[in-house]
């Protein structure tokens, strides 16, 4: 159970969640995450992030149960992200590092890594018009998948009039560059054994520490739901976060939402590409 009005946590201590890869193609992983962390927040008090056609072939449009759910999700308070366009990476990378950044850091999903300004410009426009014809509101924004936006994905962001982005280290405002949120990302992997270990120990580790990251993100995937070892671990950082941070929406850490906030927007640096 969450706190009573006498013990709630500090309004200047919050957590933010999301579902990722929102897609048909994952439509029972996604159903099951959603129950899990609803549960566990006592509501919808959390983000997802949809995939209009993952990897080509899981077209919202072609999905009409997945939409109807979609928008229960989005009426019942859910915030909807757009989360690319297909979520592959499909790109020719100009440098060695972005090429191994996008084969061994995401298998291949860094969608946005390496596209130029006018095509990732395309693809977050009728990406945001798929998913905001299912779920008949404005999206809340736009998250590249992996968290991995290439120079031409920035320069897109800031034509696109999307009100948030985040990658793996802060939330910003792209029309302006100004940092709603710093602090990474709480999230685990299930490819292999290695990295499921790894991440096992970042969010016990998370859990042990001091609360002395403003805000604290967490991500779950549809991949967690196959192991029995990540789901436990999910379940346990949530309850122990929960208990400690504000529940927060993504939309609360704009200044206007904040109204007098503890922690006001910083400018990003100009000329940067995101980490």
């Known amino acids: ?23 048909p193609t994952f439509a029972d992983p996604i159903e099951q995450l959603a129950e899990t962390v609803g549960r566990i927040l006592e509501g ?15 077209p919202l449009d072609r999905s009409p149960a997945f939409v109807r759910r979609l928008r229960r999700w989005a009426d019942a308070g859910v915030e909807m992200f757009l989360h690319g366009l297909v979520h592959r990476d499909t790109s020719a ?7 191994l950044k996008a084969r061994y850091m995401t298998a291949g999903e860094g969608e946005f890594l390496g596209l130029g300004a006018d095509e990732a ?20 924004g736009f998250i590249a998948p992996a968290w991995l936006y290439g120079p031409g994905a920035m320069a897109a962001l800031k034509t696109c009039g999307f009100a948030l982005a985040e990658d793996h280290f802060r939330v910003w405002q792209p ?16 490819r292999s054994n290695a990295r499921t270990a790894s991440s096992l120990a970042v969010a016990a580790a998370a859990r042990a520490l001091p609360d002395w990251l403003p805000t604290l993100r967490v991500a779950v995937h549809p991949g967690d739901v196959t192991k029995a070892s990540l789901m436990t671990s999910i379940d346990r950082t949530l309850r122990t976060l929960a208990s400690r941070r504000t529940i927060t ?27």
Do not use: K, N
């Open 121 to 140: 410009e395309h693809r977050m426009r009728s990406g945001r018009d798929i998913v905001e014809d299912a779920i008949g509101r404005p999206v809340a």
């Open 249 to 275: 929406r993504y939309a609360d850490l704009l200044p206007a939402a904040a109204g007098t906030s503890s922690m006001p927007a910083e400018a990003m640096p100009g000329g940067r590409t995101a980490s």
């Open 93 to 99: 990378h100009r440098s060695a590092a972005a090429g």
């Open 1 to 23: 159970m969450r706190a009573t009005a006498a013990m709630a946590p500090p309004a200047d201590r919050r957590l933010v969640v999301s579902i990722h890869d929102v897609s």
């Open 175 to 190: 029309a302006t560059g100004a940092i709603v949120a710093r602090g990474p990302v709480i999230t685990w992997a299930s």
């Open 44 to 58: 919808p008090r959390f983000a997802m992030l949809v995939v209009p056609d993952h990897w080509g072939t899981a």
